[in-house]
Each structure stands twice: as C-alpha cells, then as structure tokens.
C-alpha cells in the first residue's frame, strides 16, 4: 500500500449504537481527502476515529504506511485544525512554534522552523502580536500554520472555515491550498460544503447518517449523485422521476440549471430543453440578483434560481407555469 493514512473496517460505537462506519478509506501522502456530508452526519466523529482521538468505543484498524498504529504514534504524527483554533497565552509566533515544543524542540530552532509557516499563511506581520488579540480570521491562520510547522505525516482538519466572513474564507482556502500543495501530509478535511472540497480535496467521500456512500475523485463525485440524498448534499435538489421524466432512472437537477419559461402553460411549447414539467407556482422570492421560484408539480416540489438580468416578472402566485430543465443527472442507484 502507499503511504498515508488508511482504516479498514472502522466503527465507531457509543449508548449501544453504531455512530459511524467505514469499510475502507485510504488517503495517500501529500493528498487531501474531504469527509462531506450535512449536520450530524458523523464527519467529526470519523475523523476524530482516524486520529485515534475519539473518546467513543472504537472498532476496526487505523494503519499509517500500511502498518496498524497506536494511539501514542498518532499522536507523533498528526497535526490538528479545529473549528474554533485554541491559542496559548503569548505571540503568535511562539504560538505557532507550540507544537514544536511540546515535541521536544528547543526555543531557537522551534522559532525558525515556525516563520515560514507565518510566511506561507501570510501573518508573518503578526508574528510579534498578542495572539489574544486576532480576529477569528487570522487565530485560524496561526492555528493551520502551527499544524504544518509540525510536519506532520497526518493532517486533521475540521471544519477549520466555521464562522469566518466570505472574504476572509476565500483568501485562506486559497492560502491552504497552496499550502497543501508543498506538503506530504495525508489530510483529511471536514466540511458540509461541497464548494471547499472542489478548491482543496484531491478525493471526497460523501457521509450520510455515518455511512460512507460515495468516495472518489473530488469532480466525479460531486457532479454524479447516486440516489436522493447525495444528489440533495451535492445541491441536486430537483428530482424528477422516471413516471414524469420518461427516463429510465430518476433525474436531479440544480436549481440554478432549472428555469420557467415565460409565457408557457404546456410542456410542448419548450421542444429544445432536456426535460419540461408543467406545475403551479407557489411563490417567487427576489433574492438580490437571483429570483428563487418554488413550483408545485405531480412530481413534486421544483425550484427555479433565475438570474434577475434584466429582472423578469414574477408570475402569479397559483398560476400555471412550465419548468425546463437545462441539465440534470440521472440518479442510477435509484
């Protein structure tokens, strides 16, 4: 096997139930594997397991480089990111140097080896700082760039862009990306949205109710669902079944690549798109350069995100109107 980080058969149990279960993962060195799934999934729980670092009854293997590993040697290997960074009184460099300490490393050395980690997560600025005294913006930074300084062969991460502003999140999962780029750790990053694991994750496995059920290259399996409730994870809201659609497998679309056709009443009046369902329009909603409109068909709710340039009228509410499809995915495990 190649090196990384691999489990094999992993369960996690606590109260007499099974919270989490994984057959099989394995992430290589120097790739990064996102665990993506909704609130109360598991994610945290998984990735805690193969840290070795739950406090839950734990079954099955955890092996780095293919050997099985004890909880002393993980703890060796791994570096931590979690979602609300936790900061030691003092500068933000001697911060970042912690984790060198706390392995043994003298001041001197632990200090030089944690400034072009400042550098690389751009607060080296801040080096001299009070690290009580950053915004939730840049105590992430340090506490990202004390786990590289480590050179850990194992990097957790979990959920490290929770509450941060947009601008913010944008410019450090850009700072971490390149960051990942440069380094040989397995990592393994926790998140529920599909949009960090396409900037960060080489391989995605979708977790739903502690059960893994899709994992693979990061673009195929974000852009192929397999049954209802990855498709509605991955944003694939509208599904449409083989009684309305006349395909053999259930369709999911995106509300963004659904639109209502104005003026139509009937499917027959809109012959170029993939796939047309006549409903009634519950309600339109303007949402700044987005128009959200929610329609009632037989087979089922449909939500339209059109873009409002120009601003097109909004029907009537309980008017009939016709939806087209412009792309979709059929779900083959349906």
């Not at 993962?25 to 739950?54: E, F, I, Q, Y």
């Not at 760039?145 to 490290?160: K, Q, S, T």
């Not at 309600?283 to 059109?306: F, I, K, S, Y």
Request: aromatic share 2%.
């Amino acid at each position: 096997m190649t090196p990384g980080l691999s489990c094999r058969d992993l369960s996690v149990h606590a109260d007499g139930r099974e919270l989490v279960q994984a057959a099989t993962l394995h992430v290589p060195a120097g790739r990064t594997l996102a665990v993506l799934g909704p609130n109360g999934a598991g994610k945290s729980t998984l990735l805690r397991a193969l840290g070795l670092l739950g406090r839950h009854r734990t079954t099955g293997e955890v092996l780095l480089d293919g050997r099985p590993v004890t909880p002393t040697q993980m703890r060796a290997a791994v570096g931590a990111v979690l979602q609300r960074p936790i900061l030691r009184r003092g500068t933000v460099v001697a911060n970042v140097a912690s984790g060198l300490r706390f392995r043994g490393v003298g001041r001197r050395e632990a200090d030089d080896r944690a400034r072009p980690w400042l550098d690389a997560l751009g607060i080296a600025h801040l080096a001299a700082r009070d690290a009580r005294t950053l915004s939730g913006g840049e105590a992430q930074r340090v506490s990202i760039a004390r786990a590289l300084a480590v050179g850990p062969r194992v990097l957790l991460l979990d959920e490290p862009f929770t509450g941060l502003d947009p601008t913010t999140r944008a410019d450090l999962v850009a700072d971490l990306r390149a960051a990942l780029d440069h380094h040989a750790a397995a990592a393994v990053l926790v998140t529920h949205d599909r949009h960090e694991a396409l900037a960060l994750a080489h391989d995605t496995a979708l977790l739903i109710r502690g059960r893994v059920r899709q994992h693979g290259p990061t673009r195929c399996v974000l852009d192929d669902p397999r049954d209802p409730e990855t498709a509605r994870l991955l944003g694939y809201t509208n599904l449409v079944p083989p009684g309305t659609s006349g395909r053999p497998h259930t369709l999911a679309a995106r509300p963004e690549h659904c639109r209502l056709v104005p003026g139509a009443t009937d499917p027959a009046d809109v012959p170029e798109a993939l796939l047309v369902v006549a409903g009634t329009l519950r309600r339109g909603v303007r949402l700044g350069r987005t128009t959200r409109l929610d329609v009632d068909t037989p087979a089922g709710p449909l939500t339209c995100l059109d873009p409002d340039e120009p601003p097109a009228p909004i029907p009537p509410t309980n008017s009939p109107v016709v939806v087209a499809v412009g792309r979709a995915r059929p779900l083959r495990a349906d």
